[in-house]
């Protein structure tokens, strides 16, 4: 999924379904570590994409916290 299209979805979601789609990130996010600890890690650039997208969720959670839905 493009970024523009992951974006998009995003902001169609409610708080609560937001919230469900960070701590899935969250959950990933702390596989991948994990994975790359032991050394099993494939694909290290999927690493870096989950923490965008962790940070793509968390702005527009404070977005809708702040009114602005741009």
């Given at each position: 999924m493009?970024?523009?299209?992951?974006?998009?979805d995003l902001?169609?979601?409610?708080e609560a379904e937001l919230k469900t789609e960070l701590t899935a990130?969250?959950?990933e996010q702390f596989n991948l570590r994990?994975?790359?600890?032991?050394?099993?890690?494939t694909k290290p650039n999927?690493?870096?994409d989950?923490?965008?997208k962790?940070?793509?969720v968390k702005t527009i959670v404070q977005?809708?916290?702040?009114?602005k839905a741009s």
């Open positions: 493009k970024t523009a299209d992951y974006t998009k902001r169609g979601k409610s990130l969250r959950k994990m994975q790359a600890a032991v050394g099993q890690l999927l690493v870096r989950v923490r965008k962790i940070a793509r977005q809708q916290k702040s009114g």
